[in-house]
């Protein structure tokens, strides 16, 4: 399992992902899901993967080898537009269950893939998408200005509860964390290190990748206050009165 969260926020990109991936109880390994393909001041654009791991990679791979798209080869380094990478990632997610699916099927495994696109290319304003197995793909918008895959049930409430297009780029990043604070908790399928990227307006390259591990001292304050916070709204909330 993994947890993987974008946000779209006016002042830029917020993307976040853990590195686990599980096999079973005794078979658990770390892996990036995070991928980065830039060309500073023309583009910058982030990748959050979750499924099966075979799966996720032959696309990435595909993604630096060229995709033929409406009769065109492109990779991500050559796709004009935020839209037309979007594309670009469901056509190689296509071709990777072209090529792959029925060997998966023969064998009972799913074609198990989604993957978070964000970025911005040139001018034109950054932009977040998700991409299905299928190939098709939504965008995040003003309404809703983040995108999950994986495990995401846990780190939605914060989100929903508080971020908004104009939040700053550094509560941004907290809520993304705090988000995936929740889940690291629940879910032990789900876990550190993980992997933050953030892609400021107009930077056209990115602004910061950090790895956070155990020893993080500020994602540890973040885990420690957040819980502190949590007990004590609890605690100064009135009791029912008609309890008894």
């Known amino acids: 399992m993994t947890y993987c969260v974008g946000l779209l926020l006016d002042a830029g990109l917020v993307m976040l992902s853990d590195t686990r991936t599980n096999a079973g109880v005794d078979n658990i390994s770390v892996f990036g899901k995070t991928s ?4 500073p001041g023309e583009r910058a654009l982030v990748l959050l993967t979750a499924g099966n791991l075979a799966v996720t990679q032959a696309v990435w791979n595909r993604l630096q080898e060229g995709v033929k798209l409406e009769g065109e080869v ?5 796709a004009p537009g935020m839209f037309r990478a979007a594309q670009l990632v469901g056509a190689a997610v296509r071709e990777v269950f072209e090529a792959d699916g029925p060997g998966l099927r023969a064998q009972g495994v799913g074609f198990d893939v989604s993957i978070l696109l964000g970025g911005q ?8 998408f998700l991409v299905y197995a299928a190939g098709n793909f939504i965008e995040a918008t003003a309404d809703t200005p983040f995108l999950q895959i994986g495990e995401h049930k846990y780190g939605k409430p914060i989100l929903d509860r508080v971020l ?35 892609i400021r307006r107009d930077a056209l390259a990115v602004s910061l990748r950090r790895r956070i591990t155990e020893d993080d001292s500020y994602f540890a304050f973040l885990r420690q206050r957040w819980s502190e916070s949590l007990r004590e709204a609890y605690q100064a909330l009135p009791r029912p009165d008609w309890l008894g």
């Open 36 to 39: 980065v393909q830039e060309t």
């Open 74 to 78: 492109l990779t991500l380094a050559s």
């Open 121 to 128: 290319i040139g001018s034109a304003p950054p932009r977040l």
């Open 164 to 198: 908004s297009p104009a939040t700053p780029l550094a509560d941004g990043v907290t809520l993304a964390l705090i988000s995936m604070d929740s889940t690291l908790r629940s879910n032990l399928t789900v876990g550190l290190p993980i992997d933050l990227t953030v």
